[in-house]
């Protein structure tokens, strides 16, 4: 008999609310206690949710698109989480801020809860504690904050879920296309997950030519919310690519495709903020240096976790692309900024950590968590104070 | 006493440019300009030290409100509203603009100077990374940088007015590098090679003016047309001088049109006043009437079409002539108040536009220190490009070898488990031998 608190429902909810409690406490000691690294931009508590790009999403949901190919344009950011804001806004009469958590907590929560739904029907079943820490390491790692802020990783993570659980659920192939699709309106790492989808569709197809026509048909379909995103971009600015063009604006330019793919294949990008400052001043507090870090560290685990066999192949393929998409695409120019939060979205991670803090003595495990639910707290303190922690 | 020591002082100035216009070999002409005219418009580049300020509007036309974007026309008239101080002396040049509050927009301040070694920009309103939020910070910024780390085709300098007059200042990098002084337009055409196409007289309002027809032959980027196919050209601008010999030939009236004779623009300016100790004349108050609009950054929603009456005017009225010679000193921008926010690439091994960037500390004794630990840092980054050589050397070697051990251990996995397989066929095959 099952107790009422470790049913996916409520386990994923409850958690949801215990580790979102840590990130509001940790926000609220920012504002009222942490000194701004420069004059406070937003005098409400509740504003200092929506800073850097969240302040982009809220102007998308207020002011629609725009687009100058002279500056950082609103087209580098996808429009389904905007668009759920905007239509929250119209229904509810709420504040941008407001619509935008809110999408942002709904989803979390939801996505919660698929992620017990998802690990109770994984084979071999994980045992309970497995299955509670990897649900407690997807609410307390460092960069799982951004998912209570305004921000769409926390809708991207609940339509990954969605994705892994129609696989796992054998659903019918154009439904989890759709699903893949509407992931793609979301972030512009949805994409990736096309790889997980044409394995699902190879291992569901009799023959190499059943896969060769059922891939052609589906392919599109779960790119459809890109597709129609660079529609809209073409009917409203003349040019369906302005969302990649607009990029130029964020970060450095590369000065030529082989110095990008030597800095790359040396991971350049991972090591060479470091070199920066001397060792003295490197801060594990110290956003910078903190997302080359984490990207490592989830590589190295899903790496490990798949030499293991601890992941199934639907699930390396999906970490593969959501690791290696924002990798080739933007660390080079982004000097890894902002590779954290892209990373906090790579559901795998959480399995293999959920699995590794089960095995280890209870003590260990607590430390561990404790630490992490420090440096989330702590990171929600100074992302809400103003400090660069994109 | 005072006055004979200005005129000693300014004497070689003016012979020296005088014998500069006579060497310099002008192009054939059509017509040749009149010495007496000629001479009174060498006179502009005598001035030594001028500061002119001035107000400046611009309003739509009716017509303009019914061909202009709605959006680009509001940036025309909220931009082209403001009061601006332009100043120069020596080859240095100063422009301070303050722009009232608009619609979308507070009050804003931006001074701009180049002082022959530096050039400086400040605000008193900066963005960090926060435009989406329209939200502008009231820090005031400053930047300093090295002309060789700009572009030379570069222009900071707006110079509405005296270009509305007839005075050409240099505003591009390039040309504020090389000895400069101010010149008459239609003199600095001739000299670019430009031609006088027919020269008469007119009348204007009652005053009986000199006309000058001349063409300019170097292309103007920043009034780039495009003809039919849409494409842009180098284009030819005709102009139109009316010079008042009352007033030492000033201009009453400049028109520029394209090469097909459509008018662009046409100034008229009034109310002469003669500079305090030169000979020459400069108007209190003109008035532009702008024709088209082809922003490169508007061009999607720009028009290029030439319109018989104009899209908007640009008002100007000068609010003080000032012939004093301002010291050095007013020529660079110093940040001295604590806050302010400093992108200082004034430093030689500054490679770029970007270089130190510090805050001015609360105690300015501790400036030079922070200074020297953010400039430590710089150079700490600079130089990790040097140190990162072997690293990514080292990486891509282990890469390497990695791939290589990997498809070793795939080889000899697929080796083992072919042999395995031999080995249970061979047991296989003996055991049904034996049986």
Same mark, same amino acid.
């Given at each position: 008999?099952?107790?009422?608190?470790?049913?996916?429902?409520?386990?994923? *909810?409850? +958690?949801?609310?215990?580790?979102?409690?840590?990130? +509001? *406490?940790?926000?609220?000691?920012?504002?009222?206690?942490?000194?701004?690294?420069?004059?406070?931009?937003?005098?409400?508590?509740?504003?200092?949710?929506?800073?850097?790009?969240?302040?982009?999403?809220?102007?998308?949901?207020?002011?629609?698109?725009?687009?100058?190919?002279?500056?950082?344009?609103?087209?580098?950011?996808?429009?389904?989480?905007?668009?759920?804001?905007?239509?929250?806004?119209?229904?509810?009469?709420?504040?941008?801020?407001?619509?935008? *958590?809110?999408?942002?907590?709904?989803?979390?929560?939801?996505?919660?809860?698929?992620?017990?739904?998802?690990?109770?029907?994984?084979?071999?079943?994980?045992?309970?504690?497995?299955?509670?820490?990897?649900?407690?390491?997807?609410? $307390?790692?460092?960069?799982?904050?951004?998912?209570?802020?305004?921000?769409?990783?926390?809708?991207?993570?609940?339509? +990954?879920?969605?994705?892994?659980?129609?696989?796992?659920?054998?659903?019918?192939?154009?439904?989890?296309?759709?699903?893949?699709?509407? #992931?793609?309106?979301?972030?512009?790492?949805?994409?990736?997950?096309?790889?997980?989808?044409?394995?699902?569709?190879?291992?569901?197809?009799?023959?190499?030519?059943?896969?060769?026509?059922?891939?052609?048909?589906?392919?599109?379909?779960?790119?459809?919310?890109?597709?129609?995103?660079?529609?809209?971009?073409? *009917? %409203?600015?003349?040019?369906?690519? $302005?969302?990649?063009?607009?990029?130029?604006?964020?970060?450095?330019?590369?000065?030529?495709?082989?110095?990008?793919?030597?800095?790359?294949?040396?991971?350049?990008?991972?090591?060479?903020?470091?070199?920066?400052?001397?060792?003295?001043?490197?801060?594990?507090?110290?956003?910078?240096?903190?997302?080359?870090?984490?990207? #490592?560290?989830?590589?190295?685990?899903?790496?490990?976790?798949?030499? %293991?066999?601890?992941?199934?192949?639907?699930?390396?393929?999906?970490?593969?692309?959501?690791?290696?998409?924002?990798?080739?695409?933007?660390?080079?120019?982004?000097?890894?900024?902002?590779?954290?939060?892209?990373?906090?979205?790579?559901?795998? $991670?959480?399995?293999?950590?959920?699995?590794?803090?089960?095995?280890?003595?209870?003590?260990?495990?607590?430390?561990?968590?404790?630490?992490?639910?420090?440096?989330?707290?702590?990171?929600?303190?100074?992302?809400?104070?103003?400090?660069? +922690?994109? | 006493?005072?006055?004979? @020591?200005?005129?000693?002082?300014?004497?070689?100035?003016?012979?020296?440019?005088?014998?500069?216009?006579?060497?310099?070999?002008?192009?054939?002409?059509?017509?040749?300009?009149?010495? @007496?005219?000629?001479?009174?418009?060498?006179?502009?580049?005598?001035?030594?030290?001028?500061?002119?300020?001035?107000?400046?509007?611009?309003?739509?036309?009716?017509?303009?409100?019914?061909?202009?974007?709605?959006?680009?026309?509001? !940036?025309?008239?909220?931009?082209?509203?403001?009061?601006?101080?332009?100043?120069?002396?020596?080859?240095?040049?100063?422009?301070?603009?303050?722009?009232?509050? /608009?619609?979308?927009?507070?009050? =804003?301040?931006?001074?701009?100077?180049?002082?022959?070694?530096?050039?400086?920009?400040?605000?008193?309103?900066?963005?960090?990374?926060?435009?989406?939020?329209?939200?502008?910070?009231?820090?005031?910024?400053?930047?300093?940088?090295?002309?060789?780390?700009?572009?030379?085709?570069?222009?900071?300098?707006?110079?509405?007015?005296?270009?509305?007059?007839?005075?050409?200042?240099?505003?591009?990098?390039?040309?504020?590098?090389?000895?400069?002084?101010?010149?008459?337009?239609?003199?600095?055409?001739?000299?670019?090679?430009?031609?006088?196409?027919?020269? /008469?007289?007119? @009348?204007?309002?009652?005053? @009986?003016?000199? =006309?000058?027809?001349?063409?300019?032959?170097?292309? !103007?980027?920043?009034?780039?047309?495009?003809?039919?196919? /849409?494409?842009?050209?180098?284009?030819?601008?005709?102009?139109?001088?009316?010079?008042?010999?009352?007033?030492?030939?000033?201009? =009453?009236?400049?028109?520029?049109?394209?090469?097909?004779?459509?008018?662009?623009?046409?100034?008229?300016?009034?109310?002469?006043?003669?500079?305090?100790?030169?000979?020459?004349?400069?108007?209190?108050?003109?008035?532009?009437?702008?024709?088209?609009?082809?922003?490169?950054?508007?061009?999607?929603?720009?028009?290029?079409?030439?319109?018989?009456?104009?899209?908007?005017?640009?008002?100007?009225?000068?609010?003080?002539?000032?012939?004093?010679?301002?010291?050095?000193?007013?020529?660079?921008?110093?940040?001295?108040?604590?806050?302010?926010?400093?992108?200082?690439?004034?430093?030689?091994?500054?490679?770029?536009?970007?270089?130190?960037?510090?805050?001015?500390?609360?105690?300015?004794?501790?400036?030079?220190?922070?200074?020297?630990?953010?400039?430590?840092?710089?150079?700490?980054? =600079?130089?990790?490009?040097?140190?990162?050589?072997?690293?990514?050397?080292?990486?891509?070697?282990?890469?390497?070898?990695?791939?290589?051990?990997?498809?070793?251990?795939?080889?000899?996995?697929?080796?083992?488990?072919?042999?395995?397989?031999?080995?249970?066929?061979?047991?296989?095959?003996?055991?049904?031998?034996?049986?």
């Amino acid at each position: 008999m099952m107790a009422w608190w470790s049913k996916p429902l409520s386990l994923g *909810l409850l +958690i949801y609310i215990w580790t979102s409690g840590i990130v +509001i *406490l940790g926000a609220s000691f920012g504002h009222q206690f942490v000194t701004p690294p420069r004059a406070a931009s937003a005098p409400n508590f509740y504003e200092k949710f929506s800073a850097y790009d969240g302040g982009w999403y809220k102007w998308i949901a207020v002011s629609g698109y725009h687009y100058d190919p002279g500056q950082q344009s609103s087209t580098a950011f996808f429009p389904l989480f905007p668009l759920l804001g905007a239509v929250l806004m119209r229904l509810t009469g709420l504040g941008p801020t407001w619509a935008l *958590l809110l999408v942002s907590h709904v989803c979390l929560a939801a996505a919660f809860v698929l992620a017990a739904v998802y690990l109770h029907g994984r084979r071999p079943p994980p045992d309970r504690t497995a299955l509670s820490f990897t649900l407690l390491a997807l609410g $307390v790692m460092p960069a799982t904050f951004f998912f209570r802020m305004t921000y769409s990783e926390s809708t991207f993570l609940l339509l +990954i879920l969605l994705f892994l659980l129609g696989i796992q659920r054998n659903w019918p192939l154009p439904t989890i296309a759709l699903i893949a699709g509407l #992931a793609s309106a979301c972030r512009p790492v949805g994409v990736g997950l096309l790889l997980p989808l044409l394995l699902y569709i190879w291992r569901r197809s009799p023959d190499r030519r059943a896969f060769l026509l059922r891939a052609a048909l589906f392919a599109p379909l779960a790119c459809w919310g890109l597709l129609a995103y660079a529609a809209f971009l073409y *009917l %409203q600015f003349g040019d369906p690519l $302005v969302f990649a063009k607009t990029q130029v604006h964020w970060g450095r330019t590369a000065p030529s495709l082989t110095t990008k793919m030597l800095a790359l294949l040396s991971y350049q990008p991972i090591w060479e903020i470091f070199l920066w400052q001397p060792p003295a001043n490197w801060s594990v507090f110290a956003w910078e240096q903190v997302n080359p870090v984490y990207f #490592a560290i989830s590589v190295v685990l899903i790496f490990v976790g798949a030499w %293991q066999g601890r992941l199934n192949a639907y699930e390396i393929a999906l970490a593969a692309m959501l690791l290696l998409i924002p990798y080739l695409t933007r660390a080079y120019e982004m000097n890894m900024a902002s590779s954290a939060r892209f990373t906090a979205v790579v559901f795998p $991670v959480y399995l293999i950590i959920g699995e590794y803090l089960a095995r280890l003595p209870p003590a260990v495990s607590a430390v561990t968590l404790g630490l992490s639910t420090f440096f989330l707290g702590a990171f929600s303190a100074l992302f809400a104070s103003g400090y660069p +922690i994109f | 006493m005072i006055a004979s @020591s200005l005129v000693c002082r300014r004497a070689p100035v003016v012979a020296v440019c005088l014998v500069l216009i006579a060497e310099s070999p002008l192009p054939a002409q059509n017509r040749e300009l009149p010495e @007496s005219v000629r001479l009174a418009l060498v006179r502009y580049a005598a001035i030594e030290s001028l500061a002119v300020t001035w107000t400046q509007t611009a309003e739509a036309t009716p017509l303009g409100r019914k061909k202009v974007a709605a959006d680009v026309l509001d !940036k025309i008239v909220s931009n082209g509203s403001f009061v601006q101080q332009l100043a120069f002396r020596n080859g240095r040049i100063y422009v301070r603009r303050e722009t009232q509050e /608009g619609s979308s927009w507070p009050p =804003r301040t931006e001074e701009i100077a180049f002082d022959r070694e530096l050039f400086y920009a400040a605000q008193n309103l900066f963005y960090v990374s926060d435009l989406r939020n329209r939200e502008p910070k009231d820090w005031p910024y400053l930047h300093k940088w090295l002309p060789r780390n700009d572009g030379p085709e570069a222009s900071y300098f707006r110079d509405d007015y005296f270009r509305a007059s007839g005075v050409r200042l240099p505003t591009r990098i390039k040309e504020l590098l090389l000895s400069w002084h101010p010149q008459a337009e239609l003199l600095a055409l001739l000299a670019e090679g430009g031609q006088i196409e027919a020269i /008469g007289s007119a @009348s204007l309002d009652g005053h @009986s003016l000199f =006309r000058v027809q001349a063409s300019s032959l170097v292309p !103007k980027p920043n009034l780039g047309m495009r003809n039919e196919q /849409g494409t842009r050209e180098k284009p030819l601008y005709r102009y139109d001088f009316y010079f008042d010999p009352e007033y030492g030939y000033a201009i =009453r009236r400049l028109e520029v049109r394209d090469e097909a004779g459509r008018l662009l623009t046409r100034s008229d300016c009034t109310g002469f006043e003669q500079l305090s100790g030169w000979s020459v004349w400069l108007p209190r108050l003109c008035r532009v009437a702008v024709h088209t609009w082809a922003g490169v950054q508007e061009e999607r929603k720009s028009i290029f079409n030439i319109f018989a009456s104009p899209l908007y005017i640009k008002n100007i009225r000068v609010n003080a002539f000032d012939v004093k010679l301002w010291p050095d000193d007013r020529f660079q921008l110093k940040p001295t108040m604590p806050g302010v926010y400093v992108n200082d690439a004034s430093f030689p091994e500054i490679k770029g536009m970007d270089g130190v960037f510090y805050q001015v500390p609360a105690d300015p004794q501790r400036l030079n220190e922070v200074i020297a630990v953010r400039r430590a840092l710089y150079q700490g980054w =600079r130089g990790a490009d040097k140190r990162s050589r072997p690293l990514r050397a080292l990486f891509l070697v282990l890469n390497g070898m990695g791939l290589v051990s990997l498809a070793v251990y795939v080889i000899v996995r697929q080796y083992k488990a072919r042999g395995q397989h031999v080995v249970l066929q061979g047991t296989r095959e003996t055991r049904e031998e034996g049986e």
